[in-house]
């Protein structure tokens, strides 16, 4: 059995003041909810207070992006044990990222490595475009960013990670996928890719969540699926309640 996740991307919102605000009107609600992995993402300059927040509780903190070298001149950037002095997941190959900044499977792969060395957890995240996706091109797709953006990596660190199956046409348009239609995705391309780089037994313990328009109305549709394992949120993660209705949806 895979213990469900469900991880708030905030993406670019919140100040340092928001942010601790939010976490005040939520908090105690999530460490209510047991069985289920909760985690919330912030962008950088809120880390260190929403970490402070979140000391003695259940809930992880995540990061949305970090560079794979240690140290040295790549101004604007992140480094992997800057992130783990306050983290433990990272966000990795945000389709936001591939479309807007550059990022390939390969940085991905470079990336995924980097983070697994300090001990970081990475959410990777795949999806079609919705071209790919009318062109029925999204096993292709998500198999290549799998098999690429997880190359050579350890089958036994290979166990932690997240997958986040986010088709790019569901995300942030209210038009979320249907919860048959991604699992359909996840048993038929995910998990087999998954299978082909790590072996089965690997395989079957990543846990791979569904995100595109995930609300507190809809979760129970992408949780009731077998091999969905809880969702990536955007959007709904910037409203307490809504968050919170969803990681409910994911403990049932
Ligand atoms: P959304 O975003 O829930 O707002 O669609 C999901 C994501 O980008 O991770």
């Not at 991307?9 to 999530?30: D, G, H, I, P, Y």
């Amino acid at each position: 059995m895979r213990t469900p996740i469900v991880a708030g991307n905030w993406k670019m919102n919140k100040t340092v003041e928001e942010a601790r605000s939010l976490v005040f009107s939520m908090s105690l609600k999530l460490r209510e909810i047991e069985g289920v992995d909760k985690v919330l993402c912030p962008p950088f300059p809120a880390l260190l207070a929403v970490s402070a927040l979140l000391q003695g509780t259940d809930i992880g903190l995540g990061a949305q992006n970090l560079h794979w070298e240690e140290s040295g001149a790549y101004t604007g950037e992140v480094a992997p044990n800057m992130v783990a002095e306050f983290c433990q997941y990272i966000i990795i190959g945000h389709s936001e990222r591939r479309a807007y900044f550059g990022e390939t499977d390969g940085t991905v792969n470079k990336k995924v490595h980097a983070a697994l060395a300090h001990d970081l957890i990475p959410i990777v995240c795949v999806g079609e475009t919705e071209d790919e996706y009318e062109s029925k091109l999204t096993g292709e797709v998500v198999r290549r960013q799998i098999s690429q953006g997880l190359a050579d990596v350890d089958p036994v660190k290979a166990a932690q990670i997240i997958v986040a199956y986010e088709p790019i046409w569901a995300i942030g348009t209210g038009k979320a996928s249907s919860g048959e239609n991604a699992n359909a995705v996840l048993a038929d391309y995910i998990r087999p890719a998954l299978t082909d780089l790590f072996g089965a037994d690997t395989a079957q313990a990543i846990r791979i969540q569904y995100g595109g328009s995930v609300k507190g109305n809809n979760a129970d549709e992408f949780f009731s699926q077998p091999e969905i394992d809880g969702a990536l949120v955007g959007g709904a993660s910037l409203k307490a309640d809504d968050f919170v209705a969803i990681v409910q949806a994911a403990a049932k």
